[in-house]
């Protein structure tokens, strides 16, 4: 027997997962080493159990069984759910009980994208311990090999049925389109919607790792055209649209328009605040300040956080806060769920709201705030500078006595409204977005940014795309 040892490609090891490009910087050699280490880890905490998922990517099957091999090869019981979306596998590991679990997905990247992304006990695997993983596979630092055992296991009817228990919209029938967009959420998103009241529409509802309609993230506009024309046309009540593994959701009014992350998180807070008077609802940095000032007017307790699925996640257990979301359009319900980022669920939590509500979720977004944003902006800035760029501005910001929070990056407030300033964890860029409540004042703000990157010696980025009204 040779002795266990693996090179993984740099660029792989994430901050939240892993991922990289299908024949040039993950392959099936990648997918067993993580099974092997990853599988090592669960062992020697005295795990015996480990939940598989997969999308519906033409790599995930390949990856998938590689990945079975390493942690049976740890001597671990395998629960193999198939395909389907992650938030499914995020519910057989507490349905199952297991020590850990591993969903093979590429989430909302091009076809040829893929990736891992973890969960140890009930916990996000993500950080200090993604990179533990290329340093036990450097070092072949594995438990002995030895046989374990793996089982096919279809919790799909358990899933559905489970959604389907929190419905609370009566028997009010909405007319709803709903966009999985080809991916892994496709076959669940159907029977989902065959078991709730009223009519539904389910478009690009084949499973297909060529996404052949349109790119799978719901938070970019063109990608949600279809649905729009759709909900129009068939004059439905709103739309309801998923990323490439299901964690993700997007959402469109009766009239077509989108709704950012946070302004979703609105309408949902306000629902959950009823039963939680004062909790603790908690958004990234890049959320608009409507959303903070409309939890507290609702009587919550708005906490800005961290942008990441796994950072988030994190706090709510910490604050034990029943909701929580992200602009990317990642929402985590705690109250009657599990703390996970659910698509699928946010979504039956959605319609239970419009049916209940005396006005339609175009008058709820049409009441909300007007303020004018840009939209994210995303620049080129080498790993090993970013970070030193955010300290730098961080430096300035406190000699001038700016009004900063600083959870993650710099959010500087002005009279006019804010801007932001972050190094992304996942790739060499800035991450800047600013907004204000008139078109002048946003001037203004992107000015103030723009000139903190000049005094850093980088080039202010782009603002020629259009301010997005919201």
């Known amino acids: 027997m040779t002795a266990f040892t693996h090179q993984f490609h740099p660029t792989s090891l994430r901050e939240y997962d ?21 599988g090592s880890i669960v062992a020697r905490e005295g795990g015996k159990k480990v939940a598989v998922g997969y999308d519906g990517r033409l790599s995930s099957p390949e990856l998938e069984e590689q990945l079975v091999a390493g942690l049976v090869a740890c001597g671990l019981e395998v629960a193999r759910i198939g395909c389907g979306p992650t938030p499914m596998l995020y519910f057989a590991s507490y349905e199952l009980k297991a020590d850990g679990a591993v969903m093979v997905t590429g989430s909302h990247n091009p076809p040829n994208y893929n990736g891992f992304k973890m969960m140890l006990g009930k916990k996000p695997f993500f950080g200090a311990q993604i990179q533990q993983i290329g340093q036990m596979a450097a070092a072949g630092d594995v438990v002995p090999e030895a046989s374990g055992s793996s089982t096919q296991i279809d919790v799909s009817d358990a899933y559905v049925a489970r959604l389907l228990k929190d419905y609370d919209g009566g028997d009010r029938a909405l007319k709803v389109v709903w966009d999985p967009g080809n991916g892994s959420g496709a076959e669940i998103t159907k029977r989902l919607a065959a078991k709730l009241p009223g009519e539904h529409i389910v478009i690009n509802g084949e499973i297909d790792g060529n996404f052949p309609n349109h790119h799978p993230d719901p938070t970019v506009l063109k990608n949600l055209e279809q649905i729009i024309a759709r909900v129009r046309e068939t004059k ?12 993700r959701i997007g959402a469109v009014d009766g009239e077509g328009n989108m709704l950012f992350g946070d302004q979703l998180l609105v309408v949902l807070a306000r629902d959950v605040l009823k039963q939680h008077p004062g909790g603790t609802i908690i958004a990234d940095v890049k959320a608009s300040q409507v959303l903070f000032d409309e939890v507290a007017k609702a009587g919550g307790t708005p906490l800005m956080w961290k942008t990441g699925h796994s950072l988030i996640k ?8 029943p909701l929580a979301g992200e602009m990317s359009g990642h929402i985590f319900f705690a109250d009657k769920w599990y703390g996970f ?21 175009a008058q709820m977004r049409d009441a909300l705030p007007k303020v004018i944003n840009t939209p994210e902006l995303r620049f ?7 970070f030193g760029v955010i300290q730098e501005v961080k430096g300035r910001l406190a000699t001038s006595g700016a009004n900063v929070q600083d959870v993650d990056g710099v959010r500087v407030l002005t009279e006019d409204g804010w801007w932001l300033l972050r190094a992304s964890n996942t790739q060499a860029v800035l991450v800047a977005r600013a907004e204000a409540k008139t078109e002048e004042g946003l001037e203004r703000l992107k000015a103030l940014l723009a000139e903190q990157l000049e005094a850093s010696g980088l080039a202010a980025p782009d603002f020629s795309g259009e301010n997005a009204g919201h």
């Not at 892993?18 to 990853?38: H, M, N, V, W, Y």
């Not at 994190?314 to 806060?321: F, I, L, N, P, V």
């Not at 980022?341 to 979720?361: C, F, H, N, T, W």
């Open 18 to 38: 892993i991922r990289g490009i299908i024949g040039q910087t993950l392959s099936g050699k990648d997918a067993f080493a993580i099974g092997r280490c990853f």
């Open 236 to 247: 439905a009540d709103l739309g309801i649209a998923f990323d490439g593994d299901a964690d």
């Open 314 to 321: 994190a706090k709510m257990a910490e604050t034990k806060a």
């Open 341 to 361: 980022d659910d698509a699928p669920y946010s979504a039956v939590r959605l319609l239970g709201i419009v049916a209940r509500a005396g006005e339609s979720l």
């Open 380 to 386: 080129n800035c080498p790993d090993e500078r970013k």
